[in-house]
Structure formats: structure tokens, C-alpha cells
């Protein structure tokens, strides 16, 4: 099965910089876009970053200028260099794929279990 494998979270201060790794295992065909979501204690799920497969980003308007999605397509890898870091940044952040295990299958999401951010001092 297709696995999605999240790490480099941690704790951190305010103004810190923290780089995330979601690394896709097992037997995969295609991947298309890759993203992360994030989700605080009473607060929606919200898209931070995607990427496509020809290498378009897409950034909330909250991490603009902060946060760097990035991807490296032979190691089916996506990251997520965050600098700049503030107490509101503090969530679990999912890794999110879309793609497909064999060309004759339907495009399907992709999960990963989460990892945790948190920003305080």
C-alpha cells in the first residue's frame, strides 16, 4: 500500500525555522500534486502549501513569504521549509498526495498520520 511518512516537527520558538519531509513509500505509479494541511485545537483544516507535478505552488495567504513547499520527484518526496515561525503557526501539519498506484486506476488522495508543530517560547 501507499504510504506517506511525515517528519521534522517539533518545538520551536518564535521566529524559528523548522524544515517538515513527507516521504511517499510503497508502490505508486504517478504523483501528481503534493501539499500540507495544517489543523490548531478548534480551528478548520487549512491547505498551507501544494505543489504540482510541473512545479506550481500555491501558498495561504497566512504563510506567504514564509513558508517554501518544494518536491523532489525522484525521491517522491515533498517539503516544507518554514521559517519566520509564530505561536499561530502551531498545528498538525498533514502531508497531503494526489495520484494514482497504476495507470488504470482512479486519482485518489492520500494521507499522511500528521506531525506536530509547535510554536512557543
Known amino acids: 500500500q501507499v504510504q506517506l511518512v511525515e517528519s521534522g516537527g517539533g518545538l520551536v520558538q518564535p521566529g524559528g525555522s523548522l524544515r517538515l519531509s513527507c516521504a511517499v513509500s510503497?508502490?505508486?505509479?504517478?504523483?501528481?500534486?503534493m501539499g500540507w494541511y495544517r489543523q490548531a485545537p478548534g480551528k478548520q483544516r487549512e491547505l498551507v502549501a501544494a505543489i504540482t507535478s510541473g512545479g506550481s505552488t500555491n501558498y495561504a495567504d497566512s504563510v506567504k513569504g514564509r513558508f517554501t513547499i518544494s518536491r523532489d520527484n525522484a525521491k517522491n518526496t515533498v517539503y516544507l521549509e518554514m521559517n519566520s515561525l509564530k505561536p499561530e503557526d502551531t498545528a498538525v501539519y498533514h502531508c497531503?498526495?494526489?495520484?494514482?498506484?497504476?495507470?488504470?486506476?482512479?486519482?485518489?488522495?492520500?494521507w499522511g498520520q500528521g506531525t506536530q508543530v509547535t510554536v512557543s517560547s
Open positions: 510503497g508502490s505508486i505509479f504517478s504523483i501528481n500534486t
Open positions: 497531503n498526495v494526489g495520484g494514482v498506484v497504476a495507470h488504470w486506476t482512479p486519482r485518489r488522495d492520500y
